[in-house]
């Protein structure tokens, strides 16, 4: 079982500044499968990057995923307030079918 | 409006039995595959089961396995957690999760959750 590790576990950033957040997979990974997600507290999960580098729906161009094979990385180029939350990465596997978690980054002022 | 929306939390004693639901509205529900997500308090997303948008076909991660039953009504545009012989380590906030078709795996609409809390 593929597993994902974020880093660092908190970041703390002021805004304007740049942000990097790291996912590294205990094995190489499709890049199709590798999808970033922010979340608020009290908030649902919000799909920010599918496809390690493609932005969803409404997503600001402020966010770039990249990345490939078993490292991949979310960089926010200049935060806004509104962005300081945890920010998870996740990889879906057919073979077995599973959907794996990072542990999360938080990012705090 | 596209959205989904979790009802059926709630606290239960361990060994007891709980159903979560998911309403589906503004999307085609029985297109897509849907799955549950959990949330333990304070703590990171954990996947927990996906059927497939026929419901013929589901998953389950390891834990919840021989316990936990996923299925869904597209005549109702439901989704569905039956959840038995439930631990402490079940607590969680539960979230019903949109699954974008084709062969890859992400989640592209969330509910808000609905918490459950197994304790005695």
């Known amino acids: 079982e593929i597993v994902l590790t974020q880093s660092p576990g908190t970041l703390s950033l002021s805004p304007g500044e740049r942000a990097t957040l790291s996912c590294r997979a205990s094995?190489?990974?499709?890049?199709?499968?590798l999808a970033w997600y922010q979340q608020k507290p009290g908030q649902a999960p919000r799909l920010l990057i599918y496809?390690?580098?493609s932005r969803a729906t409404g997503i600001p161009d402020r966010f770039r995923g990249s990345g490939s094979g078993t490292d991949f990385t979310l960089t926010i180029s200049r935060l806004e307030p509104e962005d300081f939350a945890v920010y998870y990465c996740q990889q879906y596997g057919s073979s077995p079918t599973v959907y794996t978690f990072g542990q999360g980054t938080k990012l705090e002022i | 409006e596209v959205q989904l929306l979790e009802s059926g939390g709630g606290l239960v004693q361990p060994g007891r039995s709980l159903r979560l639901s998911c309403a589906a509205s503004?999307?085609?529900?029985?297109?897509?595959?849907m799955s549950w997500v959990r949330q333990a308090p304070g703590k990171g997303l954990e996947w927990v089961s996906v059927i497939s948008a026929a419901g013929s076909t589901t998953y389950y991660t390891d834990s919840v396995k021989g316990r936990f039953t996923i299925s869904r009504d597209s005549s109702k545009n439901t989704l569905y957690l039956q959840m038995n012989s439930l631990r402490a380590e079940d607590t969680a906030v539960y979230y019903c999760a949109k699954r974008v078709t084709g062969t890859v795996g992400y989640f592209d609409l969330w509910g808000r959750g609905t918490l459950v809390t197994v304790s005695s």
């Open positions: 094995q190489s990974v499709s890049s199709t499968s």
């Open positions: 503004g999307f085609t529900f029985s297109a897509f595959a």
């Open positions: 496809g390690a580098s």
